[in-house]
């Protein structure tokens, strides 16, 4: 099975500055045939379902600000956010989705100085 | 739209049985997993496993291999996650959510998820 490590496990961010969360993949999660890292990336807010921000380990969400994105490829992703704002302060989480037995990192929590 | 909507909120005590539920609209139930996920009190999100409604094909992590029964109900387009015999570590939000398809070969990642159920399991 696909075993997810996030770093850091958590991390404090002042207000406009910049935050970056590491994702490590057992294995690479790059599909040859379609070109494509299946890697997500989800927030979650205290008492919320995990909002999916990034799919295809760099294709930001409907909605998402511009101020989030992923990159990276085969088994080492990020995502940045770039002048973090108050309403970023959650839990995030990656995903693989290379198979149906999809498996979470073990969440970063970014909080706000 | 496509939405999952989840069954409300349980008390049990150690030992209880429990099903709980996933009711899916606004796509093509068949054609899409559909994946059960915990979430322990302050803890992070952990995959339990998956079902494929159409021929019931059903994968589970390794954690929990033999703890719970994942099923589904085409006809009614839900899903279930169930427990024979409840422990007081089963205390936890479990959501459901999309997966992959349409087809048992197209992945995709967790777009659309319930709202959680929130299962307490204490004397």
């Known amino acids: 099975d696909i075993v997810m490590t996030q770093s850091p496990d958590s991390l404090t961010v002042s207000l406009g500055e910049r935050a970056t969360i590491n994702c490590k993949s057992s294995?690479?999660?790059?599909?040859?045939?379609?070109?494509?890292?299946?890697l997500g990336w989800f927030q979650q807010r205290p008492g919320q379902p995990p909002k999916l921000l990034i799919s295809?380990?760099?294709i930001r969400e409907s909605g998402v600000p511009d101020r989030f994105s992923g990159s990276g490829s085969g088994t080492d992703f990020t995502l940045t956010i770039t002048s973090v704002q108050a309403e970023d302060a959650a839990i995030y989480y990656c995903?693989?989705?290379?198979?149906?037995?999809?498996?979470f990192g073990q969440g970063t929590k970014v909080e706000i100085k | 739209e496509v939405q999952l909507v989840q069954s409300g909120a349980e008390v049990k005590k150690p030992g209880e049985s429990l099903k709980i539920s996933c009711k899916a609209s606004g796509y093509y139930f068949n054609a899409y997993w559909i994946a059960w996920v915990r979430q322990m009190p302050g803890k992070g999100l952990e995959w339990m496993g998956v079902i494929f409604p159409d021929d019931f094909d059903t994968r589970y992590s390794p954690s929990f291999q033999g703890q719970v029964t994942i099923s589904a109900d085409n006809s009614i387009n839900t899903a279930y996650l169930q427990w024979s015999s409840l422990k007081a570590s089963d205390t936890a939000i479990y959501f459901c959510?999309?997966?992959?398809?349409?087809?048992?070969?197209?992945?995709?990642?967790?777009?659309?998820w319930g709202q959680g159920a929130l299962v307490t399991v204490s004397s």
């Open positions: 959510a999309r997966g992959g398809g349409p087809g048992r070969d197209n992945y995709e990642p967790n777009t659309y």
């Open positions: 995903q693989h989705f290379y198979d149906a037995l999809g498996a």
């Open positions: 294995q690479s999660l790059f599909f040859t045939s379609n070109n494509k890292n299946y």
């Open positions: 295809w380990a760099s």
